[in-house]
């Protein structure tokens, strides 16, 4: 094993970490954060030695690193915020308030 390998196995290490640390910060158990970083950092480090079909692995390795990333309760809360009373074709997460009336009322 070279000195490239090892700091490539280095580097995806230090990759790994990020989404690690996300689970850890979403309370995530120590067995899981551990068989997280050790799987997705196998899965990269042979997806990023070996050439040819062990390639496929990267659609697989791109969603497992990018999923706790992805909130799907808060995103689903979002959406209903935003798409629940009225549609608001900007998108704004608060509705305008009222205009208000400042016309002098008649004396008649």
Do not use: N
């Amino acid at each position: 094993m070279g000195p490239q390998t090892i700091a490539l196995a280095l580097l995806i290490a230090l990759i790994v970490l990020i989404p690690t640390r996300r689970l850890s910060l979403a309370g995530a158990s120590r067995r899981t954060l551990t068989v997280y970083f050790v799987s997705l950092w196998l899965l990269a480090l042979i997806a990023a030695t070996f050439s040819g079909p062990v390639r496929l692995l990267l659609p697989i390795l791109l969603v497992v690193y990018l999923a706790p990333f992805v909130t799907l309760g808060q995103g689903f809360e979002r959406l209903r915020g935003r798409f629940g009373g009225r549609f608001d074709p900007w998108l704004r997460r608060e509705p305008e308030p009222p205009v208000k009336d400042v016309t002098p009322p008649d004396d008649g």
